[in-house]
């Protein structure tokens, strides 16, 4: 079983690694592009809850949760989304598939550590804008995001509280490309950059529960604390050839240049509470507040948008009619739903983009394991069509697998 896992996560990480692109959202042109959600499909699937510790489920959104945790697991997500984008004239579809997250996770003593590999933001649009007035062309294309890599470790205080911490480094490459054509003109201008993200960050998480009767109170609280970007932007400016119908042809480099600097990452601070029955019911509520973002990632002029902070509110739970039945698999069954709104603080001409979303899907187990195989539908609808916007409308069909094991038990036969 061993081996498994550790040949799941070498494929995984060099898959997730070379799979850059995983956006077609025009909002992804502005800042370090859209930022992913960063936790389980079994989370994603109760609107993003984060505040329920498990035994056999890793929760890499609260590293406080690897405290409750009974045998080793190996997790790993995925998605594949189609949606369509539409302005007040305009309609277009989009399909991708993407690799979410994978993690292992092994329980120690009254705590237990998890690592793992996520994508922190992704970039992926192409836009043109016609301006037939000036005769004026200009496209614009953008690749690329950042990754991070994880290592977390959650310890007991006492029987009903953990506290964890979690160390980030964080990854990536972006690039951005503009042309601009004015038509009677015989060369267009064309501008590269190339855009590569380092740094570190850091995690801590808290999570109470309580019993009360036959019921159980949770709560759990989380804290990202995300510091300076280190950045090296290469720049490139050239004069091209432009055809509607062939790729633009460099005539000449007019400019090159290096630069560095600092990217600020906006903080955040999560806290949620819910109620239920150990292994079969719980229902919670989660609000998360984020720090405003800055905007660059490329040298382009950004005039009409700006980043606001922003806040996320989820209410999702989940229910198992029978965990200890042997006869009826059905019963066994994991069913799990949400809902989450988020303003996304992001506001271009005056328009707050906002993205709202249900879920729904069920866990289903694995043979006479405690591994799982968990499914479901994501529908949601972010920015708007006013001021000449795109509006999305998605739809992301969740999986992942989590196999358990119980790893370094001495053996009492040979």
Known sequence: MRTKFLL???FFSTFIGVAQQTTSSPYSFYGI?????????ENRLMGGLSILPDSIHVNIQNPASYSYLKLTTFSV???????????STEKEKTQRSTLDYLAVAIP????????GLIPYSAVGYRIRNIDEANGLIQKFEGTGGMNKVFLGYGIQLKPNLSIGAELNYNFGEIQTSSLKYIDGIQYGSYEQNVTALSGF??????MYQRK???LSLYSGLHYNYNSNLNTINDNTVSSVAYSEILTPTRIDVLSQNR??????????LSFGAG?????????????????????????????????????KYSLGGFWIPNYNTFSNYFEKITYRAGFRYENTGLVIQGQTIKDYALSAGFGLPLGGTFSNLNMGVEYGRKGTTKANLVQENYTNVVMSLSLNDKWFVKRKYD
Do not use: H
């Open 8 to 10: 799941s996560f070498l």
């Open 33 to 41: 592009g859209e930022i992913r959600f960063k936790g389980t499909v």
């Open 77 to 87: 997500g995925g998605a594949f989304n189609s949606g369509n984008l539409r302005t």
């Open 108 to 115: 120690l003593k009254n705590a237990g550590f998890c690592f």
């Open 201 to 206: 960050n850091y995690k801590i998480g808290l």
């Open 212 to 214: 009360l009767a036959d």
């Open 259 to 268: 630069t560095t600097g600092k990217l600020s990452m906006p903080n955040q």
């Open 275 to 311: 109620v239920g029955k150990s292994r079969n019911w719980m229902i919670g509520t989660e609000l998360t507040w984020n720090q405003s973002r800055a905007m660059g990632n490329r040298y382009d002029d950004i005039t009409v948008a700006t980043f606001q902070n922003g806040y």
